[in-house]
Every structure is written in C-alpha cells, then in structure tokens.
C-alpha cells in the first residue's frame, strides 16, 4: 500500500463520504464492497446485547448513515445514542433515520473521533463499523484506543467490524488477489479497479493480530474475534 504520507487528508476523506450519504443508507446494500457486510452487522449487534443487555448508551464512531446504530436499535430499544463522524451529510441523514427508533436524545458531533470531545466511563456499547482502518501510523491507533477505552463504563464493550491485512506481506497480497476477484465477480473489471484504488489511496489497515494486543495493551480485559472473512474481520473488547 502507498506509504502513510500519501494517503487521503481528512478533508480528502470527508469530501468523498459527504457525496457518498445515499449508498450508504440502505441497510441492505450500502456495504456490498465489504465481505459479509450483512452477517458482521448482525453478529457485532446481537452480540453486543448479549453482553449488555441492560445498555443505556451507545456511541457510534464514524456513524456514516446510521446503520449500525439502527441495527443496535433493533436489539435494545430506546438507547441514548452518540454518533461521531467527519461527514456532516452522513450525519444529518444518521440522526433523520435514527431519532424515530429511540425515545432518548441522539446527540451528533461532526469530528474525527481523534478529536472529538467525549466523557469518560460514559457508554455502555461502542460500534466502529468501517472507521479505524483511516488511521494512520502506531500512535494514532494507541491514541484512539485508549479514547475508546476511557470513554467506555466499566464492563461496556467495544465492537469493531472493518479492513485488516495479514502480519505476512506475501500472504496479505494473495488475500488481496482473492478480494478482488470478489469484486470483479461482484459487477465488472472497473468495478474492481476503482475499489482497490480508493483502498490504496484513503485506507491504512492493521492486522487483527496488532490491534487485539493494542486492545489488551491499553487496558481491557478481554478481547476476542468474532469472525473473518479474507480481508474483513470482526472483533472485539470488554472494558
């Protein structure tokens, strides 16, 4: 992948989801370039509400439209929910598909969650669906880890469904080979093309191996992966 100095800006990131809000407004199709996208949303709710079924709060990190948040609904009604993300278009389509789901307050805040300004031992459920994978070098993700840490009540969860890359190069360039012929059969050549140019220009992923030990290194208790799938992975923390 490009080298970290040569990825998309921030403004670079944001520009493009602000003109992306309707494809991923659709609970069905707005993930179709992400493997499993479906079957994660579902496994990292459910299991979300089986460790907590009491949750009151929720953040969600790089909201985009709401999606994950609307799912979370789905299994516990009536949360306080937070959403966090770049795009101030995502956003407002987050809180116009959201607030009839919840009797609470749904609180918006247009940031990057590197900068965003969040209570301590403050949520019961944190969800970074497709988000973390935009940070860039070792101390941006200790950084964020250890904000999602301190945000979190003790015994919350915190449950990431996004991009990783394998330790091995030689091996993660075969589990890209085999991604995109995924998208290739997925719509076409260009179709492939086009997605793994954005991934190479925006995207900086890290290794489910890196980011569970980063997990327990900057606190929690326990960790654990839930599910991958060539490029795509779930996993997850109790704080």
């Known amino acids: 992948m490009n080298p970290l100095e ?7 990131i944001r520009v493009r989801f602000d003109n992306d809000v ?15 996208a479906n079957f994660s949303l579902e496994l990292i709710t459910e299991s979300a509400r089986r460790m907590n079924p009491k949750a009151k709060t929720l953040l969600d990190v790089g909201c985009g439209a709401g999606n994950y948040t609307l799912k979370m609904l789905g299994k516990i009604p009536n949360l306080e929910c937070t959403l966090v ?16 789901h919840t009797s609470k307050k ?31 070098d070792d101390e ?18 915190l449950m990431i469904c996004d991009m990783v890359v394998q330790n091995d190069e030689i091996v ?27 991934v190479e220009k925006e995207d900086s992923p890290r290794s489910i191996i890196y980011q569970l030990e980063l997990i327990k290194e900057v606190g929690f208790t326990k960790v654990d992966i839930l599910h991958k799938n060539l490029n795509f992975a779930v996993i997850m923390g109790i704080k």
């Open 172 to 198: 993660t360039k075969y589990v890209w080979e085999l991604y995109g012929q995924y998208l290739e059969n997925l719509k076409d050549k260009e179709y492939r093309e086009k997605v793994l140019a954005y």
């Open 140 to 157: 941006d993700w200790k950084n964020v880890f250890e904000k999602l840490y301190a945000i979190l009540k003790p015994g919350g969860c």
């Open 6 to 12: 040569n990825k998309s800006s921030i403004e670079e």
């Open 106 to 136: 749904v609180k918006a805040i247009k940031s990057d969650i590197r900068e965003a300004n969040l209570a301590h031992n403050c949520f019961d459920i944190v969800l970074a669906g497709a988000v973390l994978h935009h940070l860039r």
């Open 22 to 36: 309707e494809r991923f407004s659709n609970l069905e199709t707005g993930q179709i370039s992400t493997l499993d």
């Open 85 to 100: 993300d770049l795009s101030q278009a995502m956003i407002s389509r987050a809180v116009e598909r959201i607030s009839p």
